[in-house]
């Protein structure tokens, strides 16, 4: 089938579809300048996020963890939603039922006014207390290092979940529910390579769902999906929209 074909097949089946639940990853917001974590320009000061995002990593130097997340803070600071993050807004317009996991903690689908959204690895604009666990926005560009608890004086950090931690319980039922209900599952710009969400795809696929990968690159997915299509976020999934 050629794409014209593919997508307008894919467009019927939305149209039709009673529960559209969608993932993204760092492929999305590639398309927004934000650096995805397994490319080049993923690499802070040849550190690989693996060596950085983990509890471990905070415990020995909290500061260089922080001064990481303020080099991300001052790029996505500058960084908007771009047509693939809009066109899913759209979608969640369109569908009488959706659901977006997102592993991505830029914030920029909620930027693109998405409301049905698990932010499965949290979000950079917020902070945790590694004492009182209280959570806060967090907007400073950079912020100061290190920050304090305003109500307890622990020590703060980002609230988001670094390998090793636990998704949160709310998120994850959130994202199976969506999952193992939806018509068609969409896997936007992911890698494949983190869990729980390099799974996600089979878990639509065992419960019945249509599911559609789209992405720069062939990935793990690929095989088990029912149609990869390989192309630029921002290009392809406006093209989801008729
Ligand atoms: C484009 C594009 C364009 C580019 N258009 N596409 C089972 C088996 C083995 C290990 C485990 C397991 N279960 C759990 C684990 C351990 C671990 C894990 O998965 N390890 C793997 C490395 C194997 N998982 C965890 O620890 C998770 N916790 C958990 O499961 O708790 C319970 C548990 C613990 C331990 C053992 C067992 C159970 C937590 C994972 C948290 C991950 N957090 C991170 C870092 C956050 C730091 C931060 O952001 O500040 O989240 S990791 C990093 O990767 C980040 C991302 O959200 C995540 C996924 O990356 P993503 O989005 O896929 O990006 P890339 O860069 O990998 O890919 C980009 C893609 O886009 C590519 O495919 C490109 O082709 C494409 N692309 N431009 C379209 N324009
Ligand atoms: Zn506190």
Redesign the pocket.
């Known amino acids: 089938m050629n794409i014209e074909n593919t997508f307008a097949e894919i467009r019927a089946r939305i149209a039709q579809a009673k529960s559209i639940t969608v993932l993204t990853?760092?492929?999305?917001s590639?398309?927004s300048g934000v650096p995805?974590?397994?490319?080049a320009e993923?690499l802070w000061k040849n550190f690989r996020?693996?060596e950085l995002?983990s509890p471990e990593a905070f415990e020995r130097d909290p500061m260089l963890v922080w001064q990481w997340?303020n080099w991300?803070r001052e790029l996505l600071a500058t960084k908007s939603p771009n047509p693939g993050h809009h066109a899913l807004a759209e979608l969640e317009q369109r569908a009488k039922n959706f659901w977006l996991i997102t592993?991505?903690?830029d914030g920029l689908h909620a930027a693109a006014g998405i409301q049905k959204l698990s932010e499965i690895?949290?979000n950079?604009w917020k902070v945790r207390c590694t004492s009182c666990r209280i959570v806060t926005d967090n907007h400073d560009v950079p912020i100061e290092i290190l920050p304090y608890c305003p109500s307890c004086q622990g020590l703060l950090r980002?609230h988001?979940?670094?390998?090793?931690?636990?998704?949160n319980p709310e998120d994850l039922r959130n994202s199976y529910d969506a999952l193992q209900s939806c018509e068609i599952l969409i896997i936007?710009?992911?890698?494949?390579?983190?869990?729980?969400?390099?799974s996600f795809g089979s878990v639509a696929k065992d419960h019945g769902a249509y599911v559609i990968e789209?992405?720069?690159?062939p990935?793990p997915n690929s095989d088990l999906v029912d149609v990869a299509i390989q192309?630029?976020?921002?290009d392809?999934v406006p093209r989801l929209l008729s």
């Open positions: 990853g760092a492929g999305i590639a398309d995805t974590f397994r490319g993923g996020p693996e995002a997340y991300r592993q991505n903690v690895h949290g950079i980002p988001i979940v670094w390998f090793g931690e636990s998704l936007i710009g992911t890698s494949g390579a983190v869990y729980p969400a390099a789209l992405n720069l690159d990935t192309g630029r976020a921002k392809l």
